[in-house]
């Protein structure tokens, strides 16, 4: 089993644990992470909120995005880095959020830190299948980033934290540029995922619904 596994198992752990044990804000407040918990001397929640989460359906789609994104890397890139990039796009996100956020702002769950995971995918294997989402995961990536973006501009931001996203992915792209062995290559093919995306959202899809609409007439 790759290592990054047990980061799946341990957000589990923590998330179901704390729902049975103490499901209140006030418990919350010593393993989320916020400006008051980081002054307050809380600094331990840097790590304790990458595991928390907020409900079933926020622990379920971080943990099929990290086992797709996670094991890839790991597969390529080792565990150490896979764990490197995981818990320093977390932390990173969580400190630099704090000029977005309320200070009271209760922040939870691996969503920051799985976004470093996709830039750093995104620049050094981009073409690998995932057989989870049935695409390459830099497709997958683009997608993720894409809807973040839309997001935050249609106002539809809700209780995520999608600054945090950004911040994570900020953080993962000068790592992926390290790492990756053939960049420009990547470069390019990430470019071409985009279009391809951008194809298929803007003619193709359309241009299907066009002809449904015709041949339901």
Partial sequence: MNKINWVIIA??????????????????????????????????TLVTALFL??????????????????????KEMGARKTYLSFFMGGVLALI????????????????????????????????????????????????????NILAVQTGAEGNVAYFSHFIGFAVGIPLGVIWSKKLVRNLLITVGLLILYLFIIWILTPFLLQLLGLAIL
Wanted: aromatic share 18%; glycine share 6%.
């Fill in 11 to 44: 957000c589990i752990l923590v998330s179901v644990t704390f729902w049975l044990a103490d499901p209140t804000e006030s418990g919350t407040q010593y393993l989320a992470f916020s400006t008051s918990n980081l002054l307050n001397g809380r600094i331990w």
């Fill in 53 to 74: 989460h907020a409900d079933i359906l926020h622990l379920a789609g971080n943990m099929i995005f990290l086992f797709a994104f996670g094991n890839a890397l790991e």
């Fill in 96 to 147: 630099f959020g704090v000029f977005f956020y309320n200070p009271n702002a209760l922040l939870v769950g691996a969503s920051a830190a799985i976004f470093t995971l996709t830039a750093v995918v995104l620049l050094v294997k981009p073409l690998n299948f995932s057989f989870i989402f049935f695409m390459p995961l830099g497709l997958v990536a683009i997608i993720y980033i894409i809807y």
